[in-house]
């Protein structure tokens, strides 16, 4: 199979693009804005959901579902989050098609079938979660309400990216309700660990942990906190967020619960999501100019196996030989694929499979069997090297496991390289355009500030983190005082 | 707790829709026609869909995502099915909301953001998927695409009831693409057959296979297969259909394929769903006075236990022994709560548990603790015996298995006595208003007779059942010539 993937350097974007597309994780639709996600990439956001859904549950979350519309009215309660979403917001005006008296055998929308109220398609799940949530709260017992839901949402975006920016994108989204505002900014804490933990050891993609500048926050939001990942053009991407809404979404909707001693209170929110923009992250981190590279937790094939044969003798022995192999790696939990295509050479095949990311390859001809050995490669450091088959199936399997935690190494390497401290303007345009990156700078805390060096510079605060250390120090482009340094950055 | 639970026998329908809502199944929302599926519910259909999607990938599925949304053009490209769903479709016209100029804090629709052409929110998704397969489908070596989605799709109705009949529900819906004829009809028998099997093995549901009349079929298939279940009031519900869409979709989406002669084919499609709606059918197929009855399979708690105390003593001692019990229970995977809230007593929790349908109670008081017994009770019988604590846990499991056993041949029962041979449309009315269930009559294959059998009874022909036998008769309401009986009932 011939490749013919642009390269990183020639034009990183254009090599993103292609990538999807051929290594089959998705494709852009007959619908303006929004994609398909083919089957290999479902399989991939499978895995990714299987786990997170995991992790929710077991820090005590339920499962629920709630509708895909929002009346207008009831969108626009929180005005903050309906100012922040109403301009991508698309919208159900008629509920019904008719014949198109003029043009035979074509539908027209039915003007005698208009909404008495429009329907906006949730952007996002807070004013129809919390219009439930009053019927659901009336003491302190009915809390902390901890539900998750999986879903599609929809943002209307005039410039499209598979993954990256779509109208409709899938997505979990947690809504918590509590009785006090420490447990609520708990939570939102707990789940922003929760994502920096899936990302980091799950898609072995290193992130930093931060709160967003006031600008930068989500339309309603009290606090957003979030984790941000470094691509391997040096631009950042916001990998997730966990939002304390404060009690503003329980004030928009009245939803109050009578505590402990019978007074009447006003509940804590928080909300918090991830989408199928982790997708676009996993290509971006670890993807090189041969195609696609997996961790080995998220590979829906782990290993695939090419026999080199000539005669249909020497297909059937090497068939008996790996059917073996098959067995014992699936006893270690495994995944394999045996690919006995006789429509394809050894050479196309390798190079599909690499461009589709599969972490280990085996292949084995007439040679192997004499000698007893299995030629493995890896996909990530594209080496190879030949080995006994004795003991084989548990050398795959602590390869699978090297081979996830030295994605995460040297993605790490990567980004901590890709974090500088600047003390001038100068130094911050410099850095930020000859290396990339993160550029750690003081900063006035001034919204005029940030919007300032983004128009200067096209960076943004990613985030403060939460590990930054007080030091004096002076605005790169005010020189007012400033006693913390935040990260910019150029951001998908 | 108090349940207050309106019988079966006194408003059946009644019962039906306060069960829903009292078990925490799932409530109205504040969008017209949508419902809020409550975690209790979700936690059901979750069950569902890791066992669907089981199937489907046993039988050689991948899943995928396609667009929410359908451009109008795309949507009435198959006119038959264009036809079908055009007065149910919900139409998004606008992409951006603004600020009202003469209502401060309000929004409208902005009219300088009207889309070029209508999106049609998806009813189904034939025709977005359709045009996708013509850019995957050149050669015979494309073939079959086996690919299954689960989403949400809008069917706009007027009147509406939780899980039955709502404007937005959750499903997941089939699409395969293939060679030949044979090879559609195939696929579509075999997920007729996964169907009915996960209801029956799985759902403790009986259903009956058949065909759908031409009346009844699926708008722009060629012949569509069904699964019939029977409900306790005699009306039967249908459960799952599967169509072979013959190459209409093909046709009208220009999907063809180079056969392994080089000759350009249409290629032949089928599609297969089934629904939230399942939800419904389980709750009206299994459920009593007291409340839900859940099939152990589906129950997300298997065993509720319930201590019995006085003092705190007593508790900490029951504490102790439930552990163990709990501990036994778990390794062979049973779901277990410990329903140890201080807050509520005894007969309040087990109502509750009955409401909810759990399918095993055990109780556990000081008694219990001297003489080594537990109490369980069965939910579905609600009978109760007093048990050695020796082997306690290996009793239980197999009892759920029993359980599972006795519900399928309970509703079994009640099925194979409510289908009733008739001969004359006397006996037809007759019987379907004194009795309910299927009828079983020959009809004489008109489409005029079937419309006016249903504008007369209200019963509409459920299937064309797989099994039924060639056998000369006349039509019961023209008296024309028919060779088989045909089954009709009256639906939800």
Redesign the interface.
Known sequence: MSKNLTTRSEDYSKWYNELVVKADLA?N????G??????YG??I??KMQAELDRKFKETGH???????????S???AE?KN??GF??????????????DPDKP???M?DPNAKLEE????RPTSEA?IW??YK?WVQSY?DLPLL?NQW??V?R?EMRTRLFLRTA?F?WQEGHTAHATRAEAIEESEKMMNVYADFAQDFMAIPVIKGLKTETERFAGAEETYCIEALMQDGKALQAGTSHFLGQNFAKAFDVKFANAEGKQEYVWGTSWGVSTRLMGALVMTHSDDQGLVLPPNLAPIQVVIVPIYKTDEQLDAITAEVAVLIANLRKLNVSVKYDNRT?QKPGFKFAEWELKGVPVRVAVGPKDLENGTFEVARRDTLTKEVKSKDGIETYISDLLVQIQADLFNKALTYRDTHVTEVNSFEEFKTVLNDKGGFVSAHWDGTAATEEKIKDLTKATIRCIPLDSVEEAGVCVFTGNPSSKRVLFAKAY
């Open positions: 494709e639709s007959g619908v303006r929004c994609m398909v996600i083919k089957p479902y399989a956001w499978e339920e499962n629920a579902y709630f509708p895909l519309f929002v009346p207008k009831m969108f626009e005005e309906a100012e109403a301009k991508e917001c698309a919208i159900v005006t008629h509920y019904r098609l008719k014949n055998g074509k539908l929308v429009e329907l906006i398609v129809i219009s439930t019927g017992r539900i879903a599609n929809v209307w409709e899938l429509t």
